[in-house]
């Protein structure tokens, strides 16, 4: 990729047509796309300008999004109209959706009526459904033709279509019928129909179902394309396997950011700007800051025993931590496991009684190697006072870590905003109450 961008670059400064030509042409689209975005969109715009029409949109279409929209800024609305109504349809509505008002408005005269028509369908879908992900270019058949007369017919569709592994059987109103795949017609028997050898069992999803539902559902059944109907069962596009990937990779980048508390950073990290990052990141920090009071009023109601034990101090981060970094675990495993369908809200109470077993184990395991550190530090009395601690603590911190998403997920939100930094900052507050609690009754005791 470094090579690419410098062969670029080189190209640039000595005019070298042929060239960087001849780099668009041995090269991957990605791979080109990539070195471009590492150039201002004036000479990334430059370098397109020496490749063809065809393959200046594929190699568009590999762009981040965000790149795209700042590199049509530069774009003269001829030329970027003519790369459009080359990009495959999905692409061509991504990229629709990324541009401004204004430039929407420039670009959508400059196309012709059948593009247009198309942008504003699949863009008409609302954000997150199935309908917003998918293509409308697709392979259909009839079902009452030969084997033979539909490869004939795939042969015309195929220039125009994502994919022709597999064909969509539509009745004269495109209602779904059936699928059929393209190794079925090949070797197909003499004078085998359509209808003979397709597969009625198409999977379809609902166009307003939700596009993660619809990513797992390609991912589970490994398929090429997922076939997109509306309520009355017509079809109305396909989601690709490449799409799916696109979408599941979101989904799992926005579960990232929610674990670590950043919220609706909906662009690269690479183009952010400082405002965006620290919009996306103060909010959740702000919160956390005042819920650590609560650990700070703790420790101050116990500030006798504090002074009168100094050596309970010593232990005071080792516990918190303990508990905080349990928690973190029994989250993280619970919010996979909620987001995969591994478990559902309804299975909280069975998995409640097994992290509870868990936890008990740790705790032990825990408290059995800082005991013996205690006794050197503070004598039998503080040893007890670390291993029942850190066996409380512990147990409460997996149950908070546990329950949260669970909790979360009943009131219909995302499980994920059950994160390590909010999980930690509960069981901080709670393991201080837990620890000088029990040191309060323990060293107190005459």
Do not use: C
Not at 46 to 55: C, K, Q, T, V
Not at 60 to 88: G, N
Not at 238 to 243: A, R
């Amino acid at each position: 990729m470094n090579n690419s961008i410098r062969h670029i670059e080189t190209a640039l400064q000595s005019g070298a047509r042929q060239h960087i030509s001849n780099l668009f042409t041995s090269e991957h689209p990605a791979d080109i796309a990539a070195a471009l975005q590492k150039l201002p969109p004036q000479a990334a715009w430059r370098a397109l300008g020496y490749a063809s029409i065809s393959r200046r949109a594929d190699i568009f279409s590999y762009l981040v999004h965000d790149y795209q929209s700042l590199l049509a800024t530069v774009i003269p609305r001829a030329a970027l109209a003519a790369v459009v109504m080359e990009m495959k349809a999905d692409d061509r509505a991504d990229l629709y959706q990324k541009l401004s008002e204004d430039q929407r408005e420039t670009l959508m005269p400059a196309l012709a009526q059948a593009e247009r028509e198309d942008i504003r369908q699949l863009t008409s879908y609302s954000e997150g459904t199935a309908g917003s992900v998918m293509t409308s270019e697709y392979a259909a058949l009839p079902r009452d033709i030969s084997a033979t007369a539909a490869l004939t017919l795939l042969r015309q569709e195929a220039p125009d279509a994502e994919t022709i592994n597999r064909a969509y059987i539509v009745d004269e109103n495109r209602k779904l019928l059936g699928t059929v795949r393209l190794q079925d017609i090949i070797t197909a028997p003499h004078g085998a129909n359509i209808s003979d050898i397709m597969d009625t069992n198409t999977h379809a999803i609902r166009v307003s179902d939700d596009e993660v539902a619809a990513a797992r559902r390609i991912a589970h059944y490994d398929m090429i394309a997922l076939p997109v109907i509306d309520d009355q069962d017509h079809l109305v596009g396909i989601i690709t396997h490449d799409d799916a990937l696109d979408v599941l990779e979101a989904e799992a980048t926005d579960d990232f950011h929610r674990v670590a508390t950043i919220t609706n950073l909906d662009t690269s990290v690479a183009t952010a700007s400082v405002p965006t990052l620290y919009r996306a990141r103060i909010s959740w920090l702000m919160l956390l800051v005042f819920g650590n009071i609560f650990s700070g009023a703790g420790i101050a109601h116990f500030e006798d025993t504090i002074a009168a034990n100094l050596a309970l101090m010593f232990f005071l981060p080792i516990l918190i931590a303990s508990g905080g970094n349990a928690g973190a675990q029994s989250a993280t495993l619970m919010i996979r496991a909620l987001a995969t369908g591994d478990i559902a809200v309804s299975d909280w109470g069975k998995i409640f009684g097994r992290e509870l077993g868990v936890a008990i184990l740790l705790g032990l395991s825990m408290a059995a190697a800082i005991a013996v550190i205690g006794v050197f530090r503070g004598g039998k009395e503080i040893a007890l006072v670390i291993a029942l601690s850190m066996i409380l603590i512990v147990i409460v911190g997996s149950l908070i870590g546990m329950l949260l998403p669970f909790l979360l997920s009943r009131f219909d939100m995302d499980p994920a905003t059950a994160s390590t930094p909010l999980v930690t900052s509960i069981a901080d507050a709670t393991g201080v109450l837990i620890y000088f609690s029990i040191a309060n009754a323990i060293l107190a005791m005459p």
